[in-house]
């Protein structure tokens, strides 16, 4: 492991999460972009309603969250592959090899996107151990106003917490207890620039505010990789989704 790498991993490990300002240069950015237009435009209307959400269930200009884009289109599937740098950044950051597990397209609509509660993703993923990450890439310029993300430094370390219904689309759960000394404490905000990327481990506490521009629009891109050493609670974690989608469908969300 070279000397960045071997620093990248001791971050990741010491404070849940690592930064990589132009991750992504303009030229890749301006490409998945347009690949994003593409897939939304012909693959998203033969996706499963599960896998697509909205602000409005009946207005599709409120787009707020895709789903497994990576296994729909080509494109999204190379970025995930084996030698790709999402997948080397996930190996080195959680120091073994990986698998990919999800790639996501997030939209805060201006003056409208809701607010992304606070939790950790390892509580979705039932996973031992839980030893996963996720990255988070910004398609545009992010500031404040527009819901950055913001983390819990340390929080990896301490386990799962206590988490309950969020009532919010794409982000079920939040945790109960949030807002004690050691998260006003630790916390850590990250304003972005297109093609910044962002990652944390499965047990990172993480939020984002909603977007409060009235004209900016704060779009992003996820990724979501587990350690090979992982084993996965299946059953559980398909009776979570089923009773998810299930609530979702009576209230008309999906």
């Known amino acids: ?28 950015i301006a490409e998945i972009q347009e690949n994003k237009e593409r897939f939304i435009r012909d693959v998203v209307p033969t996706m499963p309603k599960t896998e697509v ?41 959680l120091g073994e090899k990986t698998k990919p597990i999800n790639m996501q ?3 805060k609509h201006a003056g409208g996107g809701q607010a992304t509660p606070p939790h950790q993703d390892g509580y979705f993923f039932h996973l031992t151990p839980n030893h996963a990450i996720t990255m ?10 527009q819901g950055c993300v913001n983390y819990v430094q340390g ?3 301490y386990g799962l917490r206590a988490h309950g219904a969020s009532g919010v689309l794409g982000f079920s759960q939040s945790i109960l207890d949030f807002g004690i000394d050691f ?19 499965s047990l ?20 979501i990789f587990y350690a090979e050493s992982c084993k996965e609670n299946s059953a559980a974690k398909k009776a979570y989704q089923a009773a998810l989608d299930a609530q979702l469908a009576a209230k008309g969300r999906i």
């Not at 909603?210 to 704060?218: A, E, M, P, V």
């Open 53 to 93: 959400y909205y602000e409005d269930a009946k207005d599709p200009s409120t787009l707020k969250q895709l789903i497994q884009l990576w296994k729909h289109d080509d494109f999204f599937g190379s970025m995930m592959a084996e030698q790709s740098k999402l997948s080397t950044l996930s190996k080195i950051c």
């Open 105 to 107: 397209y997030f939209n």
């Open 155 to 157: 929080s990896n370390k």
């Open 136 to 145: 988070w890439f910004a398609l545009e310029d992010v500031e404040p106003e």
């Open 1 to 28: 492991m070279s000397k960045h790498s071997q620093r990248l991993n001791h971050e990741f490990k010491l404070n849940g999460y690592v930064s990589l300002p132009g991750f992504f240069n303009a030229e890749e």
């Open 183 to 201: 998260d006003r404490e630790n916390t850590v905000s990250f304003p972005c620039k297109a093609g910044d990327l962002i990652a944390h481990h």
């Open 204 to 223: 990172t506490t993480h939020w984002a505010d909603g977007n409060s521009s009235k004209d900016k629009s704060r779009q992003a891109m996820g990724a």
